[in-house]
């Protein structure tokens, strides 16, 4: 619905929800409610495009990267990942499809091997997967990733541990770039990183993004720099999508109350422009997934909640070209 | 009036395998009753190693403060006695950090942390100190503060733990808190209300504070007076309106310069400052940003340039091009406009 006539887009989410059971008991163990940590979502990703996925932490980012890439059975809704739904596919059929979307996370140090060399490490899935049985080709291939990545091929005998932060999320990103793959999910793979050394690897990403045509999910906390890498954002809150947009059009003309309380609660750096911001803190704390408020969920919170919104949870309405919105106070 | 915390040049050091880390190498600043002032640098910088410092927390082995004074209300903190020490901590001087979870104790209801630091620094009676406690929690904006004094910090969320935290900072009315990289761990509309709270409250109470941050966002709001740490020392310092609008150490240009701001329309490219940061435990006599620095030149590898006043007073750099770095930037602006 979003996407240039005629291109179908790479990644489309229908009502996608997953629901964790939680259970009582050691014995028999029984079923006592759910945690609703995605909760019935839809977007689309065009080919090329990066969409940024935002929120608070536990709102349920990671959760639909995790679906997607089929690291969960989602307990509802569909996936359609070029065409297909892959949502129900058993593990063995999904070979194929783990080759075309990779991952990169937040912390390198924890999702890399600390006994293996950074070149074994890139070379591992290569390997495993036969894409390059000669030795020799796979030790050029994994110098040729370290230095489009930014890093010195030298690199390749050193250990993780010998590395600083900023290294270690490169050599992430050649790991992830060894499947040669289209689609990749990106979750928090800057927010560990300070901010000089963030900007080279937003600059790597979007690169990488142009020189390999590459699709990007990229999950964040951090907004200012969604607002920089994303064309175009969704903001989650308990499970859903509140709002949706291209990333300037989200940003500077935000209309859910809770985007605009979101935004504003982030200090810009520039003292000029704080001391001239009104400031309007969202009052109280997320509740939690596992009674989320009825109808829309930001009701408590919300300075405009009026009583049907305790009633009927808002969908998703298109308020402007493109943008997104769901609140049925929005006019 | 004298300064409330006056640091002079302070040197700490850790002795470590693969050499000594130069974590504070010289640093020298001081705070006014009341004021705000942050310390802002990048992870590694020794911003937490220089609040440690002053509190005289630095753990020995493998840590040293090697030399400097640290004049706090007129004494010498590094001359006191550990049972004076003991007594500044916690009522002269109040504490809070990124992780409430590690400085609370866990098997502590939250009313016996806070009675506990007033029985212990004020002697208050226990009856005295529970009737303050809950004065304490409902001044954070904790609601139902009788039932809360009885949880433990488990049972709170990563924001209301913080707010616990300001409480027990603030409990025996003191001159200063120190709140290392207090909002780090916490989502941003949480991190916004803890803020606004130890402004109001710090305000309120005439409490001087030092913010210390690697997030430029929240110095621009909240500091009036800025210390940008590299390597171990401040490499310039001055009102944050200077520091942000007449940046003159190459460091500080470049720093924010390469924040995306949220306030700004998407760029192709943000401009990072290229290179890393350099290995503490080989510091040589030269500027430790020169390898990564667009205005180094020969003298910069041979001498280390002193935080001098440049511009308005206050307004102090240590960088031996600073003339240079405000010329470029209004060439800049120039050829921009
Ligand atoms: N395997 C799991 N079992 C039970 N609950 C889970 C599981 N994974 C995540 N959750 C819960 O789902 C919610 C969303 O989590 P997550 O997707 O990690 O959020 P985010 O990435 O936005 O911080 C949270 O309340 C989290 O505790
Ligand atoms: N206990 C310790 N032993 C050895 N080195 C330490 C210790 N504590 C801090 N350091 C070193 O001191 C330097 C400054 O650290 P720190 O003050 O924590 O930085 P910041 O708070 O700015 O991120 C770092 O290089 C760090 O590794
Ligand atoms: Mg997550
Ligand atoms: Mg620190």
């Not at chain 1, 089929?70 to 059929?93: F, N, V």
């Not at chain 1, 110098?143 to 990545?149: E, G, H, K, Q």
């Not at chain 1, 309380?261 to 422009?273: C, Y």
């Not at chain 2, 020995?60 to 020490?85: A, C, Q, Y």
Request: proline letters at 7%.
């Amino acid at each position: 619905m979003r996407d240039q006539p005629g291109t179908a887009p790479l990644l489309e989410v229908r009502g996608l929800a997953m629901h964790f059971p939680i259970t009582e008991g050691m014995v028999v163990s029984r079923k006592v409610g759910d945690v609703k940590a995605v909760d019935g979502i839809d977007f689309s990703i065009a080919r090329g495009e990066t969409l940024g996925l935002v929120g608070e932490s536990g709102c349920g980012k990671t959760t639909t990267g995790r679906c997607i890439l089929r690291l969960e059975k989602p307990t509802q809704g569909q996936i359609l990942y070029d065409g297909k739904d892959i949502s129900r596919l058993p593990q063995k059929e999904l070979v194929g499809l783990r080759r075309r979307m990779q991952v990169i996370f937040q912390d390198p140090y924890s999702s890399l091997n600390p006994r293996m060399k950074v070149g074994d490490i890139i070379a591992e899935p290569i390997r495993v997967h036969g894409l390059e049985p000669d030795p020799r080709r796979r030790r050029d291939k994994v110098r040729d990733l370290l230095s489009v990545c930014g890093l010195d091929p030298k690199f390749a005998d050193r250990y993780p541990h010998e590395m600083s932060g900023g290294q270690r999320q490169r050599v992430g990103i050649a790991r992830a770039l060894a499947m040669d793959p289209e689609f990749i999910v990106c979750d928090e793979a800057v927010s560990a990183l300070d901010v000089s050394i963030q900007a080279q690897v937003v600059n790597l990403l979007e690169d990488l993004r142009e020189r390999y045509h590459l699709t990007y999910l990229f999950i964040a906390h951090d907004l200012s720099v969604v607002r920089h890498l994303c064309q175009r954002v969704a903001v989650m809150y308990l499970g859903r999508i509140v709002e949706m947009a291209e990333s300037d059009e989200l940003f500077d003309n935000p209309m859910h109350p809770y985007t605009q309380a979101l935004l504003s609660a982030v200090p810009v750096p520039d003292p000029r422009v704080e001391a001239g911001r009104q400031f309007r803190p969202a009052r109280g704390e997320i509740p939690s997934p596992i009674n989320p408020p009825s109808g829309c969920v930001f009701h408590p919170r919300c300075p405009m909640a009026v009583d049907n919104c305790r009633k009927a949870r808002p969908t998703l309405r298109e308020m402007r070209p493109g943008h997104w919105v769901a609140c049925s106070e929005v006019k | 009036m004298p300064p409330l915390l006056e640091v002079r040049d302070l040197h700490t050091e850790f002795r470590t395998g693969a050499g000594v880390v130069r974590a504070v190498d010289g640093i020298s600043y001081t705070v006014d009753p009341g004021e705000t002032v942050a310390i802002v640098g990048e992870s590694g910088s020794g911003k937490s190693v220089e609040a440690l410092s002053i509190m005289r927390l630095i753990p020995n082995p493998p840590g040293r403060i090697v030399s400097g004074e640290v004049l706090f209300d007129g004494r010498d903190l590094r001359k006191l006695p550990e049972e004076e020490m003991r007594a500044v901590r916690g009522r002269d001087i109040g504490m809070v950090f990124q992780e409430p979870m590690t400085s609370l104790n866990p098997v502590l209801t939250i009313g016996r942390q806070i009675t506990e630091t007033l029985e212990q620094h004020q002697g208050a009676t226990r009856e005295d100190a529970e009737k303050r406690a809950i004065e304490l929690l409902e001044m954070v904006g904790i609601a139902d503060s009788r039932r809360r004094l009885r949880q433990y910090p488990h049972q709170l969320s990563g924001g209301m733990r913080q707010r616990v935290m300001i409480a027990v900072a603030l409990a025996c009315n003191p001159k200063l808190i120190i709140a290392d990289e207090p909002t780090t761990a916490l989502d941003v509309t949480i991190q916004a209300q803890i803020l606004e709270l130890m402004k109001s409250l710090t305000q309120r109470l005439g409490v001087a504070q030092i913010i210390i941050t690697h997030n430029l966002g929240v110095v621009a709001r909240y500091a009036s007076r800025v210390n940008v740490m590299y390597a171990g020392r401040i490499v310039e310092a001055g009102t944050a309106e200077a520091i942000y609008h007449d940046p003159r150490h190459p460091y500080t240009v470049a720093l924010l310069k390469s924040v995306p701001r949220l306030d700004q329309p998407r760029r192709a490219r943000l401009d990072p400052v290229e290179g890393s940061p350099p290995d503490l435990t080989k510091l040589d006599g030269g500027c430790a940003f020169r390898p990564r620095c667009r205005f180094a030149v020969d003298k910069c590898a041979t001498a280390y340039p002193r935080l001098e006043t440049v511009g308005e007073p206050g307004h102090l750099a240590a960088c031996f091009r600073s003339g240079e770095v405000a010329a470029a930037r209004e060439n800049t602006r120039e050829s921009a406009a």
